[in-house]
């Protein structure tokens, strides 16, 4: 099946600092990709769309000056949190799909702490 | 908005029994509806999917059923083994603007020996 790649795997930053995350698809191309926060045990939730060439859409709630997406390119999206603060210690993991079979394929996860 | 039910939250089987899990979409127009296995700290990665033009479709020890008309979807796992042990996540496409995945809440099943 298709790869979908994401770096780093871990970080730990300090408040205040910010952190990007990629998301790379590595054998097809992807107009859209899409990026989930997990926290323990629970769900993913979806944070945006990102958009090859336009705007990422957000979700409701998520800030969008804070959680910054560019997808300069057809295989890769870039996650920018910005001036982290411990609150957004989590698991982002993002994910892409191969159309025409709508299967979605995740990255491996980015696990972010923040102290 | 678009939602996804799953129940239960924990299951817990013995090794050699069945284990179902259910989920509920609100999307009536959603056409796609994977299962996912996430082991702890690991991608989801994807066990079954069914479209909406069957009813029913099975892979070894894993099916999935469709109901359209009650919109909702099952997960059946036969002859359970400690390996299966995980947590499942349901998913419906959406058939709004982005045909973004919404998921469900997971169930964490434990398979005992």
């Known amino acids: 099946g298709a790869v979908v790649s994401q770096h780093p795997s871990r970080v730990i930053c300090k408040s205040g600092t910010s952190v990007k995350i990629e998301c790379r698809s590595l054998d097809f191309q992807a107009t859209t990709m899409f990026w989930y926060r997990q926290f323990p045990k629970q769900s993913l939730m979806l944070m945006a769309t990102?958009?090859?060439?336009?705007?990422?859409?957000?979700e409701q709630g998520v800030e969008k000056d804070k959680f910054l997406i560019n997808h300069a390119s057809l295989t890769l999206s870039t996650l920018t949190v910005t001036s982290a603060h411990p609150e957004d210690s989590s698991f982002y993991i993002c994910?892409?799909?191969?159309?025409?079979?709508?299967?979605?394929?995740f990255g491996q996860g980015t696990r972010l702490t923040v102290v | 908005g678009e939602n996804v039910e799953q129940h239960p939250s924990t299951l817990s089987v013995q090794e050699g029994d069945s284990a179902v899990i259910k989920c509920t979409y609100s999307?009536?127009?959603?056409?796609?509806f994977p299962w996912y296995k996430q082991e702890l700290g690991k991608r989801p990665q994807l066990i079954i999917d069914?479209?909406?033009?069957?009813g029913e479709k099975k892979d070894q020890r894993i099916a999935v059923t469709l109901n359209k008309t009650a919109k909702h979807f099952s997960l059946h796992i036969t002859e359970t083994q400690p390996e299966d042990s995980a947590v499942y996540f349901c998913a419906a496409l959406s058939s709004y603007n982005t045909d973004k995945l919404i998921f469900g809440t997971g169930t964490r099943l434990q398979v005992f020996p």
């Open positions: 069914i479209r909406s033009n069957v």
């Open positions: 990102s958009n090859e060439g336009s705007k990422a859409t957000y």
């Open positions: 999307d009536s127009a959603s056409n796609y």
């Open positions: 994910s892409a799909r191969d159309p025409p079979n709508a299967e979605a394929f």
